[in-house]
C-alpha cells in the first residue's frame, strides 16, 4: 500500500512551499519519522519526517521546485514490512524495487564542493541513523572513499565512478587517482557555481520566488578556479548551517541580479531623539526598548505613499508595485542574519512598531518565529544599531527593490539657522542610506524618495 | 671512530657527563662495585667513587624522593631503575614529586633529573622483567619520556637527557643492550630531545615506532622493498612530547599509517599518534591506520606465549600488507 | 641581656603572627575570600617556630600543610603567602596550587604535596646534596604521626641513617591524622622510637612548649652541621580545629580540646615573659598592634591582586619547554 508524502501548510497564509534537497532517494529504506526532505519557505526552513516506514517509490518533485500545499512529492511503499519479520529470508536490496527504468535522481554524484559537503552531511546523518537500524545499501557506501581519495578527486574534480579501484572490494585508491590523472584523465575544473541553476528551475514553477536570467543568456558567469586551502592546526573549520547557506545563495543571487546604486542622507534626528526620550521610560515598562528605528520604519512609509515605486517587486519583465507595506528588519541572531517581517507597517503608529521590533527580535533569537513572520516583505530596513559606523551599502533582500540602512546616531556640530541667523548648534546626527535596484528604480525616485524620508525625520511629527 | 654497543654508548654517555660537570651523580640499586645489573654503570664506581656512584638501598621512592631533592638543590642526579618494571614503587614521587614541581612552585623551581633503566620483552623475562612502562608517564605533564632505538641516539639523548633542567624518564631497551652495534664518531654526540628521526625513507606506507620494534619495521620494510613496496620508517625517540610535524609529515608523505610498538596495544603511545593523525590528517589518510603491538595481557614467561604476545617482523608483514592492499 | 630580651619578644612575635595569619585566614575563608581547602595549624605554633627559628636561608625545610608559620619564620613575604591561599597570580605557585603546596626555594622553603611523607625523601636528597657539596646546611623535613606509618617515611629514615646526612625529621604528633587516633596508627607510644631502627637518635618533647622544643631543635641542628647524622624529633602537640576547616572534628571530645587549650604555647610563653619581668600587657599590645598590620597589608595585596589569566594554566611545566606542535 502506498502511502503519500504531500507539502504541508507550513503557515496559516502559506500556499506553498520549495523543496530544498531531499535526503532519501528513491528505493531507499525508510523508517517513520526519519527525515525525508527540506522544504523551505522564505527562510524558515524544515524537515519533513516520513509518515511511515517503507521504500521510497517515485519522487515526484525534484529539487528546487516551489509546489502548491497539499501536492504529492512522493509516495512510500509500506510493503516491505515483512522485512523487519523475524525469520523472514535476506530480502533483495530495496533498490531493485524501484521501477525498472526509473533515472535515479542523480546519474552520477555532483563533484562541486557543495555536492561533497552535501554528501558529508547525508553521510552523517546515516551514520546516525545506522545507530538503530542498518543503512539502506547504496552503491556509495560499498565504494569505501578515503579520505585523501575524496579529497583529490574534488581537488582534480574527478567523478570517481568513472575510475577502477584496484583496493580491497573495489575500493579506488590514491595510485588509482594518481593513474587516472597521468592518463590525462576528463578532468573537470571546479566551479563556485553561483546559485543560478539551482534557482533556474525554481522561477518555472513559482511567480513569487525570483528568476536568475541566466538561461537567457545575458548573464554568463565566468568560473574561476579557487586554490584549495588546507586547514592548518587551530583553523576552525565550519560547515555552512542551512540559514547560511541560503544566506549566501541570497546575497550572491541579490548582487548579480540587482544593480545597486546607494544613495546617503545626513539627518538630523534632534526632534526623533527629543520623542524618543519623551517615550523611552513608558516602553521600558512594557519591556520595550525605544530605538530609532521604528521612527525610521514610521518615516518610510509616509514616504512610499509619495514615492510608490521603492515598494516593489521584480518578477521577470514585470515590476509589480505592491499596494501592502510590509516592512522587513534585518536581526543579527546566533544562527545568522534573519529579516522578519511588520506587517501593515503604514497602520501602526511608532510604539507599536517599536513593540513589534522588539517582539520579532526576542522571537528571532528564540527560534521561535513562524513562516508567517518571514513572508510577504514588501521593503526593508537594517538597522545596525551603536556600532553602525557612519553608513554601509547595504545588500538588497530580494526580490524588494530598496533597502534602508541607518548608521550610528552621533552627536556633531552642524550649521543651523536660528531666527535666520546660521549658527554652529550641536545635534544628533545619521547617515541614512537607501540601496535602490537600478533596474526599476531611477536615480530622481531613489534620491527623491531618501529626501523625503530625511524630512520626514527631521520634521519629527509622528503618530505616536 | 669506534664501534661501540647500545650499552657502551650509554656508558660512555654518564661518564663523559660526569666528567664534564661534578654536579652530575648517578643513584640506583646495585650500580657501584657491581657496575649494575647489566654493567651499564660497570668501570664508573673506580673511576668516580662511592660519593658520585651511589649504592642505594632497595628503595625506589628514595631513590627518586633524593633525586628530586638534590636535583631542586642544583645537583643533576641520574637515578637507575635497576627494570623499569619496578618504577611503579617510584611511581609517586615520579609524578605528584618530580612531575609538579615547577608548576607547584610558580616557575621558580628546576628539576634536573633523569631516571634511567632497562625495559621492555623478548629476553624471556617474566611478567616483572619484560614490562614496557612508557605510556605511564607520557601521559603526566611535566614529564619527558625518550626512547632511543639505536646506540648513536642512546648515547646523544641520554646527554641531552642530562643537560635538560626537567624530569626526562629515559627508556632503554635491554634486548638491544648488547645485539646493537654501531660505528660512533669520537666528536660529541648530543641528541636534542623531542625530534624523531627517518629511520627508513619511503613513499607508500609509514611505520611509526620507537625503541626495539624500530629494528623489526627496519628489516619488514627491507622484505617489502624487494616486493616492489617502498616503507618510511619513523623512529619516534621521543615519547613525551611527540614529534607531531614529523608524524604529519611522514604521513603527508605516504598516507598509509602502520603504527608497531611492544607496549600493550589499549591507551599505548600508538592509540595517541593515530588519534593525533585522525586529528589533524584525516584527508591524508588513503587508508585506516593499524596497530601492532602486544596483546592486552601480562608478558608471559614461556616461549610460545612470550612469542603470541609480542609483536614481530611477521606480524608487521601482515598488517602491512594488508594496508597496502587497502 | 638585652639580646636575650629581644629573641624571647621576637619569638612570642613569630608564634602570634602565624596565629593571627592563621585566624584571618579562616575568617577570609568563611568569607568565601579563600577558597578550597583550609588547614589551620593553630596550636602547634611552638612547634614550627621552635623547628625554624635561627635556621638560615640555604637552610631547606619542607612543611607540612599545616605549617604555615615556617614559611614566616623562613623569611616568605606574608603578601605572597596571603595571595597564595586566596588562587592569586602574585601567590608562590601563581594560582597553580592551593594553600601550602606552592614552596619558595629562595627561602629554601619546599613545597609539598599532598602525599604526606612524600618529602621526606626529597629532604635526604638535600641533605645528600649537602654532604656532597660539603657544605654545613642543615634540611628539616616535617611530618604526622600519621605519615610516619606511609613507606617514603621508613625509606627516608633508612637512607639517611646509613649514610649520616644532616637532616632532621620533626614529627608533629598531634594525635589525630584526619579523624583517625594515634592509636590505631602506630603501635608504639613514641614514634620517636622508629629512629632507633634506622641508626639514630629519637627524642620526644612537649611541642606547646617552646623551650622544650628551640633545644632539641638546636641540639638536632648542630648535630647535623657538624656531621653527626640525622635526628629525629617527635613534638606532643595538639591542633585546635578539624583536620581542615570544613571537619567539625566530632571524633574527639570537648574535655580532650579544653585540655590543650589550658597548654596553649602562646600562653605559656606570655606567663614565661611575665615572669622574665616584661609588662605582657603592653606587649601583647604592642606586638597584636604589628602582627595586624602586616596581615591586613597581605591580605590587602592579594585582594587586589589579579587572579592567573586562563593561558597561564599551559605555563611552568617545563624548564625547558618542546614546542612540537
Known sequence: MAVSIVMPQLGESIVEGTVAKWLVREGDLVEKDQPLLEVSTDKVDTELPSPAAGVIGKILVAEGRTVDVGTVLATIEEAVKQVHAPGAPEPAPPRAQSPAGAPPVRATPRLSREAIAEGRMREAARARETVDRPAAPREEDRRRISPLVRRMAEEHGIDLTEIRGTGIEGRVTKSDVLGWISRGAPARAPQIAPAAGRNASISEEAAATPAVPAEEGFLRIPTFSVPRYAPQPGDQVIPFSRIRKRIADHMVYSNVISPRVTTVAEVNMGTVATLREAHKAALRAEGVTLTFLPFVIAALTRAITDYPGINASVQEDTLILKKAIHVGVAVDTERGLLVPVIHGADRKGVLDLARAVQDLGNRARDHALTPDDMAGGTIAVTNPGAKGNLFGTPVINQPHVVIVRMGEVVKRPVVVEVDGEDLIAIRPMMYLALTYDHRVVDGVMGNGALHRLREILEAGAFDL | MAVVTYLKAISDALREEMERDENVFLLGEDIGVLGGAFKVTDGLFSRFGPERVIDTPISEELIVGAAVGAAVMGMRPVAEMQFMDFISCGFDQIVNMAATLRYRHGGEARCPLVIRGPSGAYVHGGLFHSQNTEAWFAHVPGLKVVYPATARDAKGLLKAAIRDDDPVIFYEHKFLYRRIKEDLPDEEIITPIGFARVAREGSDLSMISYGATVWMCLEAAEILAKEGVSVEVLDLRTLAPLDRPAIRATVGRTNKCLVVHEDHRTLGIGAEVAAFVVEECFDQLDGPILRVCSEDTHYAFSPNLEEFILPNTEKILTKARALLAY | ?325
Open chain 3, 1 to 325: 641581656m638585652t639580646e636575650k630580651k629581644d629573641r624571647d619578644v621576637e619569638l612570642y612575635f613569630l608564634m602570634k603572627l602565624s596565629r593571627m595569619f592563621e585566624e584571618r585566614v579562616t575568617a577570609l575563608h568563611k568569607q568565601n575570600k579563600i577558597i578550597g581547602g583550609v588547614y589551620s595549624g593553630i596550636g602547634q605554633e611552638a612547634v614550627v617556630v621552635g623547628m625554624c627559628y635561627g635556621l638560615l636561608r640555604e637552610d631547606f625545610i619542607a612543611p607540612l600543610h599545616r605549617d604555615l608559620g615556617c614559611f614566616l619564620v623562613k623569611g616568605v613575604d606574608p603578601r605572597l603567602l596571603m595571595a597564595q591561599l586566596m588562587g592569586k597570580k602574585t601567590g608562590l605557585s601563581k594560582g597553580k596550587d592551593s594553600f601550602l603546596h606552592g614552596g619558595d626555594l629562595e627561602h629554601g622553603v619546599f613545597g609539598a604535596t599532598s602525599m604526606l611523607a612524600s618529602t621526606l625523601p626529597v629532604a635526604v636528597g638535600a641533605a645528600l646534596k649537602f654532604r656532597m657539596k660539603r657544605e654545613a646546611s642543615v634540611a628539616i623535613a616535617f611530618f604526622g604521626e600519621g605519615a610516619g606509618s606511609r613507606g617514603p617515611f621508613h625509606e627516608a629514615l633508612n637512607f639517611a641513617g646509613i649514610h649520616k646526612l644532616p637532616v632532621v625529621f620533626v614529627c608533629e604528633n598531634n594525635r589525630y591524622a584526619y579523624s583517625t587516633p594515634q592509636e590505631l596508627q602506630i603501635p608504639i607510644d613514641d614514634v620517636a622510637d622508629r629512629a632507633s631502627g634506622y641508626g639514630f637518635k629519637g627524642v620526644v618533647c612537649s611541642g606547646n612548649d617552646l623551650h622544650a622544643v628551640l633545644e632539641q631543635a638546636q641540639k638536632a641542628v648542630k648535630r647535623a652541621r657538624e656531621g653527626g647524622g640525622p635526628t629525629l624529633i617527635e613534638c606532643k602537640t595538639y591542633r585546635y580545629h578539624g583536620h581542615s576547616e570544613h571537619d567539625m572534628a566530632t571524633y574527639r571530645t570537648a574535655d580532650e580540646l579544653i585540655e590543650w587549650e589550658s597548654r596553649d604555647p602562646i600562653l605559656r610563653w606570655e606567663i614565661y615573659l611575665e615572669k622574665r619581668g616584661r609588662d605582657i600587657d603592653q606587649v601583647r599590645a604592642e606586638i597584636e598592634a604589628q602582627c595586624r598590620e602586616i596581615v591586613e597589608e597581605a591580605v590587602r595585596f592579594a585582594e587586589e591582586s589579579p587572579f592567573p589569566e586562563a593561558k597561564e594554566a599551559m605555563e611552568d611545566l617545563y624548564a625547558m619547554p618542546i614546542e612540537r606542535k
